[in-house]
């Protein structure tokens, strides 16, 4: 039975996620933040400049990091050295860790487990390179990579979604890609399977296997679960620009078998959280 958990930016949007669910299952939980304090996050927590053997780590079995920090401007090599420090400090507790799916080109798609990461981009190499070392250094370990996160986080809808719902109640129309492919993951599945985890054993690579959907048919669901105007959101297609990602659209060779549901698209995420106040 896992005693407690420290939850490593813990006042992220999917940090908040995490703690309310392991908090559901019964596990004791801590939180660092980085600039905004909250309910459950009181340690304030800088990845670059704080010591990390004086985290509060005594009496917790597993820590989860969730903590936006690969998009940093430090060079590799401090990045680097700060995840290894990190992970010594950890010892032999169960680390989790929240990667994506921008270890991946993004070229062919419906990626699975096994499949070998090509990241393209700084953000994906220092996802890989975190999650080499979380694999390399660490016995007990879950690596879990969702795709572009959604849904009400404490009463608070994603940023992606808040964006459009401004813009169309403002009478507005918005383009996005119809022909950029996602598995948009909603946060509190998320933060589900980061709880099978901790609590029910759940170990090794694990993607979240949402269901493929493009950019603008994502968008123009969201609204039209919302019960606004979805009709202003519009397709266009890509440039031609090769850094983008045309699909990082993610399958899973064990997640249903392993936590027990299977992801749900964003219709029916939004809807069943429609009583939410959008706060976003």
Request: proline share 5%; with cysteine; hydrophobic share 40%.
């Amino acid at each position: 039975m896992t005693r407690g958990v420290l939850v490593v930016g813990a006042s992220g949007f999917l940090g908040r996620a995490v703690v309310d669910r392991l908090r559901e299952r019964g596990v004791e939980t801590r939180g660092t933040y980085y600039s905004n304090r909250c309910d459950g996050a009181t340690r304030r927590f800088d990845l670059f400049a704080d010591d990390p053997t004086r985290l509060p780590l005594d009496g917790c079995d597993a820590v989860v990091f969730t903590a936006h920090v690969e998009r940093t401007d430090h060079d590799r090599d401090a990045f680097v050295d700060r995840v290894e420090r990190l992970l010594a400090a950890c010892g032999d507790r169960l680390f989790v860790y929240v990667s994506s799916a921008g270890v991946f080109d993004g070229d062919a798609g419906r990626y699975v487990e096994s499949d070998e990461p090509a990241p393209k981009s700084k953000y994906g190499r220092r996802l890989r390179a975190f999650e080499r070392r979380v694999v390399d250094r660490v016995d007990r370990h879950c690596v879990l990579r969702p795709d572009y996160l959604f849904g009400y986080s404490r009463g608070r809808l994603d940023k992606r979604l808040s964006h459009t719902r401004e813009r169309v109640l403002a009478g507005e129309t918005v383009a996005y890609f119809d022909d950029m492919y996602k598995s948009p993951a909603a946060v509190t599945e998320v933060a589900a399977a980061v709880a099978a985890a901790v609590v029910d054993g759940v170990r090794g690579l694990l993607h979240v296997p949402s269901p493929r959907t493009t950019a603008f048919a994502f968008h123009r669901a969201g609204m039209a679960a919302l019960g606004l105007p979805y009709r202003r959101v519009l397709p266009e297609p890509m440039p031609d620009d090769p850094t983008l990602h045309r699909d990082s659209s993610l399958r899973s060779e064990r997640f249903v078998e392993d936590v027990g549901f299977r992801p749900r698209s964003v219709w029916r995420v939004i809807r069943s959280q429609a009583d939410v106040p959008a706060t976003g």
